[in-house]
């Protein structure tokens, strides 16, 4: 039975079933009654030949390929794991399924299926390991959805483009790799009825978690600012945080550390950490050796706190060559003499480091190749770490 144009809608159900009636049925772009990402999500299925009616197979790839899938996924699940079981655990009785899938789509990580969930028809033969849930595969789903636009993303039910999946209900979230680049996709699941909570904010904020400590991991030799309005959420998903190279460079930020700093993210002279934060490299290298919080003004007139770490890697084998070398010590010095020696060569290294980078206007980089030496070794320096 047709339903009229433009009805009063009691339930969601009625709403849905005349968007897919005026979108497979009369060609109509539903606007209003689903989202455009939704919409737009249909269009593609159908301009690819799709048909909703026709049957999806959920194989998942050869052994050889999940196993190359799963390596070339390691720092990303090694960055799910603390998430993924917390996570796990909160949804203990609400017969979700938690899915972690790679940039192609290709499930990679998931959690153990419910002993609470009903008998469902679909979701145990979707949920495994090396299922690919793109949408080009899988049609209109949430995952799928976000692998297109990079956008968080939740479809309901009828709101798949295939029947055969019109009973699985799913939120979805991204994760961002140091590149900017989609590295994965987070998603929740439960077949037969709806998330008995608000599925989006919550798959979101752990997708955040995961994402803060992938662009951790990835990170060599960089400064990393962690920064929000409130001290109270440092550490939390809710912190900003931006990476920055030897150089002065913006080498990556994150959602929220974009949302902070406002329109200033999408100019050109973003890429300069001194615009962005308004501190050179100098004090940023101060702030990281003292690893305290800090309040700071950015340029756009909101007062954060701050705090900075380092991640660096030591490349360096041998002694930092200073400009003259010291004499070799006598065979009949004593210990504490020699003891003295060493510690004059680490008070001279650290002071031509120190000057060096001040002549070189705090670019790290410029100054480990005047001297010779790794970045690593420069921070370490600054901060007053022994060499």
């Known amino acids: 039975m047709s339903l009229p144009a433009q009805p009063f809608f009691a339930t969601s159900e009625q709403r849905l079933a005349w968007a897919r009636q005026r979108f497979f049925e009369r060609g109509e772009a539903p606007t209003g009654l689903v989202s455009e990402a939704l919409i737009q999500s249909w269009q593609r299925c159908v301009r690819a030949g799709r048909q909703g009616s026709e049957h999806v197979a959920f194989e998942p790839v050869s052994a050889v390929r ?50 609470t969930s009903p008998s469902a028809a679909v979701l145990p033969h979707l949920a495994r390991l090396g299922v690919n849930v793109s949408e080009s595969l899988l049609g209109t789903n949430a995952p799928g959805v976000v692998l297109r636009t990079g956008q ?18 799913c939120a979805a979230a991204p994760i961002r ?31 955040s978690a995961i994402e803060n400590r992938l662009l951790r991991t990835q990170s060599v030799e960089h400064l990393v600012v962690e920064f929000q309005a409130s ?9 900003g945080l931006i990476g920055i190279a030897p150089d002065g460079r913006v080498a990556w930020m994150n959602g929220m550390a974009a949302r902070l700093v406002g329109a200033l993210a999408t100019r050109s002279e973003a890429g300069s950490a001194e615009a962005l934060l308004g501190l050179t490299m100098a004090l940023l290298l101060d702030h990281s050796r003292h690893g305290e ?13 701050m705090r900075v770490q380092m991640q660096a890697r030591d490349g360096l084998r041998g002694v930092l060559v200073a400009a003259q070398p010291p004499a070799a010590a006598p065979p009949t010095a004593p210990p504490v003499a020699q003891a003295a020696s060493a510690a004059n060569l680490v008070d001279a290294s650290r002071e031509l480091i120190a000057k060096t980078v001040q002549e070189c206007s705090g670019n790290i980089s410029e100054a480990a190749r005047r001297l010779g ?15």
């Open 66 to 115: 999940l196993d190359s899938a799963l390596r070339r996924s390691r720092q990303l699940c090694e960055a799910a794991a603390d998430s993924f079981q917390r996570l796990e655990v909160a949804l203990g009785g609400t017969g979700c399924r938690l899915l972690l899938a790679d940039a192609d789509g290709m499930i990679v990580r998931l959690s153990q299926a419910p002993s």
């Open 231 to 239: 001290p109270d959420v440092l550490g939390t998903p809710l912190a």
């Open 177 to 207: 790799d140091t590149q900017g680049h989609i590295a994965g996709v987070l998603d929740l699941s439960i077949e037969d009825r709806g998330f008995g909570f608000d599925a989006q904010p919550l798959i979101g904020m752990y997708a």
């Open 373 to 387: 030496v790794s970045r690593g070794r420069v921070y370490r320096q600054m901060r007053g770490a022994a060499p």
């Open 293 to 305: 919080l800090a309040l700071l003004r950015l340029p756009n007139g909101l007062n954060v706190w």
């Open 152 to 169: 968080a993303c939740s479809v309901s039910g009828p709101e798949h483009f295939f029947d055969q999946v019109a009973a699985i209900h």
